[in-house]
Every structure is written in C-alpha cells, then in structure tokens.
C-alpha cells in the first residue's frame, strides 16, 4: 500500500513563477491537508479538504489554492512563487477530520523559490 | 491563545540512555494530544495518542504520560537506540472549531554511540 504520495520530491523555482505540487492518497480517507514546515516554527496548516468537493483555510493560506475533484487527490498551487514560500511542504489524510483521527503525511516536497 | 510549547529544543543522548521530552500546552477545551515522530527527510508518524481520561500509554520503548489538571504531557524514551534520532512533534486537537489541531515546535532528538 502507498498510503501518500507526493511529487516532485525537491523543486527550485524562480520567483514569479506558478507551480502545483501533487498529493494522492489510496486510503480512501475523507479529509487531506496541506501543512509547510519551517525551521523553528514547526508545521503550519494552509488549507484543508474535510471531504471531497470542499476546502478550507488553515494558518497561513495566503499565496496558495487548492481543489478536491475527488477523494484521492488534493494539488497546492502557487500562482506566483515567492522567496517566502521556500519551505517544506507536507501533504496528510485522514479518515475524518475529528475526534481521534490520525493524520497521516506525506514524505514531503523542498520547495526553493529564488 | 492555545499554544503547545516543547522543552527542550534539542536533546543529545549517549546511546543506551533514557530521556524525557516535555510539552505543555493551554488549549482548550482540550480533546486529545498525539506524539508524533519525524526522521530527518520524512513525514511526521504517529506514536501514540492521549485523550483526557488516560494518565500513560506506552508504545514499546516509548511512554506517553498527560496530566490534565496542569495541561501537561512528556515522552519518555527507554534504553535509546541510534534510530530514536529524529524530531518529536506534540500535537493538541482542541474539541471545538475548524482549525483545531496545534502543532509544537518539536524536539530534535540526537542519540550518539
């Protein structure tokens, strides 16, 4: 079983560009998340999916957009790259978005925007 | 404001030897607080979940303990392995709200020979 993947594995972007980083799941789980994770400041939630077909803000959503088509996929994109948005990027499901659910993450994508 | 805090930042231990990480936190109302365990390149795995009626859990070499009352939870490692070498995540889900999950910082564990 893959569980979560996610793609590319590593990435340098040049500021201004646009990019989507890629995360399937095949765990049928309802809810996926998109978190980034920065030194010091641990993870850091951007937007969220509870359920196919909706999505939500998290923390720090500002300069990224996301879609739910369907239950496996949940693409980030980032319309015009910034330094800032150079981080770690971590995708996670899980099978609510409640109670004692576990999230399960990604591997993850380095994102360098120069 | 809910917070999660984690002491200390980071942690050197000779192999063989226990340790104990700390996280304290003020969020409420509080539903449960997960450790998690992240190696260097990895996403964070789960380790072990604590809700409001559990004082200890443990998870083979791993301890889990959360006292309520004082809105504190530790992670206690037993005879470390080189493999314990990785970030340790305290995560508090609060019962209530959209964005309900607070992530600490993290404690970077580093076992030596």
């Known amino acids: 079983t893959a569980g979560i993947t996610q793609a590319p594995t590593s990435q340098i972007l040049a500021a201004g560009r646009s990019m989507t980083l890629r995360c399937t799941q095949d765990?049928?789980?309802?809810?996926m998340y998109w978190y980034r994770q920065d030194l010091g400041l641990g993870l850091r939630l951007i937007h969220y999916?509870?359920?196919?077909?909706?999505?939500g803000k998290g923390e720090v959503p500002d300069g990224y957009s996301v879609s739910r088509a369907n239950t496996d996929d949940f693409p980030l994109t980032l319309a015009s790259a910034v330094p800032s948005q150079t981080s770690v990027y971590f995708c996670a499901s899980s099978d609510t978005s409640g109670g004692l659910s576990e999230q399960f993450f990604g591997p993850g994508t380095r994102l360098t925007v120069l | 404001k809910n917070q999660v805090e984690q002491s200390p930042q980071s942690l050197i231990i000779l192999e063989g030897k226990n340790c104990t990480l700390q996280c304290n936190y003020t969020v409420s109302p509080f539903s449960n607080l997960r450790w998690y365990k992240q190696d260097t390149g990895r996403g964070p795995v789960s380790l072990t979940i604590?809700?409001?009626?559990?004082n200890t859990k443990s998870n083979g070499r791993y301890t889990a303990t959360l006292d309520a009352d004082t809105k504190q939870s530790s992670l206690h490692i037993t005879a470390s392995q080189l493999s314990d070498s990785a970030s340790y995540i305290c995560v508090v889900r609060r019962q209530t709200g959209a964005n309900n999950l607070f992530f600490g910082t993290g404690t970077r564990l580093t076992v030596i020979p």
């Open positions: 999916s509870n359920t196919a077909g909706t999505t």
């Open positions: 765990m049928r789980h309802n809810a």
């Open positions: 604590m809700t409001f009626s559990e």
